[in-house]
């Protein structure tokens, strides 16, 4: 049995990701900050079935003691301040958990066990203002927020763990993934959200931002498969994952709304506030690399990620109203 540590645990990424390892066989550890609301409402679920140990990407020593604790033969760095618009309100922070956080991290785990297989969560925000269409894995970076420029901190200070001192190391350039499990502030659970709220007749309109923003959407639980798959090659490489289609957040807006049967120009509302200081106009993936040497492929197309998000958000409010 293989055991795994996964920081970042109780969110998204994380609670698939504990998933697809129980289901693997794997003795699964989640690293969790010390705090008086914690939300483990991801992982609910399977949360008797793994180990929460305390630990904090801002406290080295916090980070040595979980990997001493529980030894593992993985580690899976996916713990950060991930929400792009905050990291212009929280620049430093941002800097601190997505920087310094994996940097630490890295360190924790040079300290105790440089044998240990390290896969750290970088972002296709470290493209930015992209220079070229597809991005690949040789795309030249220029992330345009403070969350992409952590990001990419975080993924060259793995590219020099791995490079100084021998060790596996390596990071996943994913692009946008979504799921039912993705946080209110994010823009697809927004739509959704309000697509529900509005359908059910507790909301009357979605306001949002920038309309032409283009991403490269697929699903979570698609995504956390290459995270694994990364760490069972011989030997470390940097891999994007992505689905390789780009949709608009108009198209994004039109698709929830259509799927439950409303005109989305009714309820839109454009607020110049959700506009970002510096726009990221275009991301799409070249997941070549991913495909031919990981023999990956993702499984869940954009359309029905976005119903499914839709319907999962109704059941949400429906079961709320029966329980109250």
């Known amino acids: 049995m293989k055991t795994a540590l996964i920081t970042g645990v109780t969110g998204q990424d994380g609670s698939y990701l504990a998933e697809l390892l ?16 914690s939300n483990f409402e991801r992982i609910e679920h399977i949360q008797d079935d793994i180990t929460l140990v305390q630990g904090d990407l801002l ?14 033969d993985e580690i ?51 493209f930015g203002k992209v220079t070229e269409a597809p991005q690949n894995e040789q795309t030249r970076f220029y992330p345009r927020s403070p969350y992409g420029i952590a990001k990419l901190y975080a993924h060259w200070i793995t590219v020099n763990y791995r490079e100084s001192y021998d060790m596996y190391c390596c990071s996943g350039i994913l692009f946008n993934h979504e799921s039912p499990r993705r946080g209110l502030e994010f823009v697809t659970k927004k739509v959704t959200n309000a697509v529900a ?27 956390v498969e290459a995270m694994w798959l990364m760490l069972q090659q011989d030997e470390p490489e940097d891999f994007v994952i992505s689905t390789g289609e780009t949709h608009s957040i108009e198209e994004l807006v039109e698709t929830a ?5 409303l005109e989305w120009k009714d309820y839109v509302v454009i607020d110049p506030k959700f506009v970002r200081p510096a726009e990221v106009d275009l991301l799409l993936g070249d997941s070549s690399k991913a495909r031919d040497r990981l023999k990956w492929q993702p499984k869940i197309k954009f359309d029905e990620l976005i119903k499914m998000m839709v319907d999962f958000d109704i059941k949400r409010y429906e079961t709320q109203e029966c329980s109250s």
């Open 22 to 37: 129980l289901k693997k066989g794997y003795d699964v550890h989640g690293v969790v900050r010390r705090s008086s609301s």
């Open 76 to 126: 899976y760095n996916l713990g950060a301040q991930s929400f792009v618009p905050t990291s212009w309100n929280q620049p430093v922070l941002t800097g601190e958990f997505t920087a310094l956080g994996a940097t630490r991290l890295l360190e924790a785990t040079r300290l105790v066990n440089k044998n240990i297989r390290f896969y750290q969560a970088s972002s296709s925000e470290m």
């Open 197 to 223: 709220r509005i359908k059910l007749g507790l909301s009357k309109e979605l306001r949002i931002g920038n309309l032409d923003a283009k991403r490269d959407w697929g699903f979570a639980g698609d995504f």
């Open 257 to 261: 709304f259509t799927h439950v049967g």
């Open 59 to 72: 406290d080295q020593n916090s980070l040595i003691e979980a990997i001493e604790g529980c030894q593992p």
